[in-house]
């Protein structure tokens, strides 16, 4: 098994079972050290500036796995606003989605996500992606520091 390095991830989920399967995916990869989950863009939004609930220092991630289709703000918008702001844009967003709809992944890539992976139905297909995902985007890839 690859050891992977230390890494904080923002789950932006607003299905529980789904963020439930991403969980225990990823602990069962050693992929996550710190994992934080959202229901929503809202929600998502203000983890990263630090705003209401999440006003206490919180860690800023190194990776955001984003679902598309939520309540309120969906998961286009939510890309979209953090690819436009300085500070934010240079932390990866793999979308991970029910849809397979060819507009939604030009969509995604037009909006910069730096992924996009359908969501397998099975745990064992949770446990392989989440394994993946980590095997690319901490061991082969090199990230910006976090104080960019």
Same mark, same amino acid.
């Given at each position: 098994m690859i050891e992977l390095r230390p890494i904080t991830i923002l789950l932006v989920e607003d299905d529980p079972a789904? !963020? $439930? &399967?991403? $969980? *225990? /995916? &990823?602990?069962s990869q050693l992929v996550a050290n710190d994992l934080y989950v959202v229901n929503t863009g809202e929600e998502g939004m203000d983890f990263l500036h !630090?705003?209401?609930?999440? /006003? /206490? *220092?919180?860690?800023?991630p190194d990776l955001i796995l984003l679902d598309l289709n939520m309540p309120g703000m969906g998961g286009k918008e939510f890309l979209k606003r953090i690819k436009d702001d300085k500070n934010l844009k240079q932390i990866p967003v793999v979308i991970v989605t029910t849809s397979d709809l060819e507009k939604d992944i030009i969509d995604s890539y037009d909006l910069q996500a730096s992924g996009y992976v359908r969501k397998p139905v099975t745990l064992d297909g949770f446990k392989e992606v989440m394994k993946k995902i980590g095997e690319y985007w901490f061991v082969l890839c090199k990230r910006p520091p976090k104080e960019c």
């Open positions: 789904d !963020q $439930k &399967l991403i $969980k *225990v /995916s &990823l602990e !630090q705003r209401g609930d999440y /006003s /206490s *220092v919180v860690p800023r």
